[in-house]
Nanobody
Framework: QVQLVESGGGLVQPGGSLRLSCVAS?????????MGWYRQAPGKSRELVAR???????DYAESMKGRFTISRDDAKNTIYLQMNSLKPEDTAVYYC????????????WGQGTQVTVSS
């Protein structure tokens, strides 16, 4: 059992910043070998924003490089997404994701947090 809970979304003006958090809990959290952030805008499919392995190696979608930073705090079972220089096209629901292995590949998803970039 794994639960992922996101927080930190909200309304921000273009050029502003937000910091998202995702806390993992449950009996199977140590089966997770990588975590990350995805986003989904209205009318579009869900897309990768960034991922980070249990070893702390980050990976970013090309369109996010230079503005977004993913990090982790193992003591808190938490990952973060620092978003800078936000643009209106960044408006989306941002979802926390965990990739696990429990006898097979398993995907865990949070409920999402809304990010709106508008003046």
């Amino acid at each position: 059992q794994v639960q992922l809970v996101e927080s930190g979304g909200g309304l921000v003006q273009p050029g502003g910043s937000l910091r998202l958090s995702c806390v993992a809990s449950g009996s199977s959290i140590f089966n997770i070998y990588a975590m990350g952030w995805y986003r989904q805008a209205p009318g579009k499919s869900r897309e990768l924003v960034a991922r980070i392995t249990n070893g702390g190696v980050p990976d970013y979608a090309e369109s996010m490089k230079g503005r977004f930073t993913i990090s982790r705090d193992d003591a808190k079972n938490t990952i973060y997404l620092q978003m800078n220089s936000l643009k209106p096209e960044d408006t989306a629901v941002y979802y926390c994701h965990g990739a696990g292995f429990v006898g097979g590949m398993v995907d865990y998803w949070g409920q999402g947090t809304q990010v709106t970039v508008s003046s």
